[in-house]
């Protein structure tokens, strides 16, 4: 199993900056990261497109910048929009932004690192997961959250299979203009779902270990007095962190109602 195509810039909408430590903080809103990068851009824009100016640019964004989430995950400050209408995201220092000259050595990677990287989304995920992903969350934020999480988009796809009691094509949704609508609701639980908290130190399903490494976070049925559903992958990768019994059941209806919205645009 493995993608195509180009998931960091296919186009139609989508475009993604995770690997630049774009989500890597306490507070990862779409706000708060649209303010961010449109800072970013805005310091590189004026410069002359050489090493030394590009350097210190960088240097004092990083230092003005709030602590990560992950301090072992590298921030980088050449990550800004790349067009006018600020609708697509990606490097600053890259030769096709620059105009010729690569500056990507300015950041927090060399440039042959992030000339040959690939995230594990290219060999985890299929062709037509990804296309799903990239119609459904047609832009920049929800994109970078969704396509990066694979854990999130094989559990909703596995959730919808349990509900049909039968496999379901990603085909299928693309060709539906109702499924893809509301498979789009349930990808974008990623920013919606409410009552998530504020839990400082938790992303996604993961959680910092003591040397800032992401570590992948659990439930305590014991403690919750509850035993494992199927719904309960999306629920961590959602970001819940349930007390209570009862936090969790709202948590999973949740999730369980947007699947079985799924399913019902879907011929029996």
Same mark, same amino acid.
Request: hydrophobic share 35%; with cysteine; proline share 9%.
């Given at each position: 199993m493995?993608?195509?195509?180009?998931?960091?810039q296919? &186009? +139609?909408g989508?475009?993604?900056?995770a690997?630049? &430590?774009?989500?890597?903080f306490?507070d990862h809103s779409?706000?708060t990261?649209?303010?961010?990068?449109g800072?970013?851009?805005?310091? /590189?824009?004026?410069l *002359?497109?050489?090493?030394?100016?590009y350097?210190a640019?960088?240097r004092?964004?990083?230092?003005a +910048?709030t602590?990560?989430?992950?301090p072992a995950v590298?921030v980088?400050?050449?990550?800004? /929009?790349l067009?006018a209408e600020?609708? +697509?995201?990606?490097?600053?220092g890259?030769p096709k932004v620059t &105009?010729?000259v690569?500056?990507?050595?300015?950041g927090?990677?060399?440039a042959?690192?992030?000339?040959?990287f690939t995230c594990?989304? /290219?060999t985890?995920?299929?062709?037509?997961?990804?296309r799903?992903?990239?119609?459904?969350?047609?832009?920049?934020?929800?994109?970078?959250?969704v396509?990066?999480?694979? !854990?999130f988009v094989?559990?909703?796809?596995?959730l919808l299979?349990?509900?049909?009691? &039968?496999?379901?094509?990603?085909?299928?949704l693309l060709?539906r *203009?109702?499924s893809? !609508?509301?498979?789009?609701?349930?990808?974008?639980l990623? !920013?919606?779902?409410?009552?998530r908290g504020?839990h400082?130190a938790?992303f996604g399903?993961?959680?910092?270990?003591?040397?800032?490494e *992401?570590i992948s976070?659990?439930l305590d049925?014991?403690?919750?007095?509850?035993?494992?559903?199927?719904?309960d992958e999306?629920?961590?990768c959602l970001?819940?962190?349930?007390?209570?019994l009862? !936090?969790?059941t709202r948590?999973?209806?949740l999730v369980?109602?947007?699947? +079985?919205a799924?399913?019902a645009t879907l011929?029996s």
């Open positions: 493995s993608v195509s195509f180009h998931l960091c296919p &186009g +139609r989508a475009s993604c900056g690997c630049c &430590g774009l989500y890597n306490r779409r706000a990261l649209t303010e961010r990068l800072a970013q851009t805005d310091t /590189f824009a004026p *002359p497109r050489e090493p030394e100016a350097g640019a960088a004092a964004l990083k230092e +910048r602590p990560p989430l992950f590298r980088c400050p050449l990550l800004g /929009f067009d600020r609708t +697509r995201v990606g490097c600053l890259h &105009g010729g690569d500056l990507r050595d300015c927090v990677y060399r042959d690192i992030c000339e040959t594990p989304s /290219f985890w995920l299929s062709d037509g997961q990804a799903l992903v990239q119609a459904a969350c047609a832009d920049w934020y929800l994109y970078g959250l396509i990066t999480d694979v !854990e094989r559990g909703c796809l596995r299979e349990w509900e049909r009691a &039968g496999p379901v094509d990603p085909e299928a060709a *203009p109702e893809l !609508e509301a498979m789009r609701r349930l990808l974008a990623k !920013e919606t779902a409410p009552g504020t400082a938790v399903r993961f959680t910092p270990d003591t040397e800032g *992401p976070r659990t049925y014991a403690a919750l007095g509850a035993r494992a559903a199927p719904e999306v629920v961590l970001g819940y962190a349930p007390t209570s009862e !936090e969790l948590a999973r209806e369980r109602t947007h699947v +079985r799924v399913a011929p």
